[in-house]
Nanobody
Framework: QVQLAESGGGSVQAGGSLRLSCAAS????????MAWFRQAPGKEREGVAG????????YYADSVKGRFTISQDNAKNTVYLQMNSLKPEDTAVYYC???????????????????WGQGTQVTVSS
């Protein structure tokens, strides 16, 4: 059974920072792609950042480049999303996702992910 458990969401003011964590269990972690998606009210779920767990290659949506950093701790089977300079438009439910294929330049395609966490709310106030 594959499980992804997110933590670290919360409420911050614009310009603040948060770090999200995603702990994976029951999954062949070392050869897969893990990613963060987000969904704001009334909007489609969109890819935020991805990481190829085999070599650590990161991928980012243009909207978060330079502000967000995705990283991993293989020993803990955990992926992190460090979010700095947060903006009100970053407000959303953030989901961790994983798939068996490596990331590549199509890492942001939602339908290619096999496993999803329950989501964690991030609220940024102006």
């Amino acid at each position: 059974q594959v499980q992804l458990a997110e933590s670290g969401g919360g409420s911050v003011q614009a310009g603040g920072s948060l770090r999200l964590s995603c702990a994976a269990s029951g999954y062949t972690y070392s050869t897969n792609c893990m990613a963060w998606f987000r969904q704001a009210p009334g909007k489609e779920r969109e890819g935020v950042a991805g990481i190829s767990t085999g070599d650590g290659s990161p991928y980012y949506a243009d909207s978060v480049k330079g502000r967000f950093t995705i990283s991993q701790d293989n020993a803990k089977n955990t992926v992190y999303l460090q979010m700095n300079s947060l903006k009100p438009e970053d407000t959303a439910v953030y989901y961790c996702a994983a798939r068996e294929a490596t990331c590549g330049f199509l890492w942001y395609i939602r339908s290619t992910y096999n496993y999803w966490g329950q989501g964690t709310q991030v609220t940024v106030s102006s």
